[in-house]
Every structure is written in structure tokens, then in C-alpha cells.
């Protein structure tokens, strides 16, 4: 595990963690202001959970499979806990 966190190095996982923050500031505020947050609460929970993973030094790994989640969905969708292909 900790061998995957050398390709995704510090910076990198620190710039998704300020990401995910944001994300979730900004994903909280369209919940106050929707009728439908139903809807919203899988995201709002898979961005808590990116976080805890960055937490727990497992960010970037599949929590389907524990594979490396390729670098371009990290990008593209930083709260991501799987790969495309598991999703």
C-alpha cells in the first residue's frame, strides 16, 4: 500500500485533500439550499470517505479491491474509491 503512495505523491494527495474540502463545503451548501439532498447524499458520503482514506493513507486505492484507482480518475473525480470498471 504504502508503495502506491509514491506514485501519488504528497503534493498530489495533499491538492485532492484541499479538493475534496472544498468539494464537500460546496457540496454542503447545495444541500441547504435544495429540497431534494436525498439525491445529494452519495456524493456528500463518498467525498467523506475519500477523506478518510486520505486519513488513513489508503487515498488512491480501490476500496472494491484495494488495486490503484488509475491517476486520471483521481483527477477527474477525486472522491472516487474505486475504479471506473468496479463502479
Known amino acids: 500500500m504504502r508503495d502506491h503512495h509514491r506514485i501519488l505523491d504528497e503534493a498530489f494527495i495533499a491538492a485532492q485533500r484541499q479538493r475534496l474540502l472544498a468539494e464537500r463545503a460546496n457540496h454542503s451548501s447545495a444541500i441547504d439550499r435544495e429540497a431534494r439532498a436525498d439525491e445529494q447524499m452519495p456524493r456528500a458520503a463518498a467525498i467523506e470517505r475519500a477523506l478518510a482514506k486520505i486519513a ?32
Do not use: H
Open 56 to 87: 488513513d493513507g489508503t487515498y488512491g486505492l480501490s476500496d472494491v479491491t484495494g488495486r490503484p484507482i488509475p491517476m486520471d480518475r483521481l483527477r477527474a473525480v477525486p472522491e472516487a474509491i474505486c475504479t471506473l470498471a468496479e463502479e
